[in-house]
């Protein structure tokens, strides 16, 4: 969806999450990399994407997304360890301006449903 030689994806995502919050619907955008919602040619639609939503949770990440989402965020030294962390089961969950480190409480047996090599 995010492609710079198609902006109209994202301008179509970005109006609808606008209008979704109006009618309290709701939308959920899920990404493995802040990166690509920030590059040059998108971040005029792809940040509002992240702006926008009430509700963040945010798991872990390194290197430049961690930077990305450290600025975007302007997270605190405790909330960039945590998601530097990648622990397992742990996020920081963003609710307005409040912010918590959250723990899933994921049963063992769902992990098998995951794999062991990256879901392949």
Do not use: W
């Amino acid at each position: 969806m995010i492609d710079p030689n198609v902006p109209q994806s994202l301008v179509f995502l970005r109006n609808v999450e606008k209008r979704a919050r109006k009618y309290e619907a709701s939308l959920a955008i899920i990404s493995h990399s802040v990166v690509d919602f920030l590059a040059p040619e998108v971040k005029m639609y792809g940040q509002a994407l992240l702006d926008i939503p009430c509700i963040k949770i945010l798991m872990g990440t390194d290197g430049k997304n961690l930077q990305e989402t450290r600025e975007l965020y302007n997270l605190t030294d405790a909330e960039e360890e945590l998601l530097a962390s990648k622990k397992r089961e742990h996020a920081l969950l963003m609710i307005g301006s409040k912010r918590l480190h959250i723990h899933f409480d994921i049963p063992e047996y769902k992990f098998s449903y995951m794999g062991t090599a990256g879901g392949r």
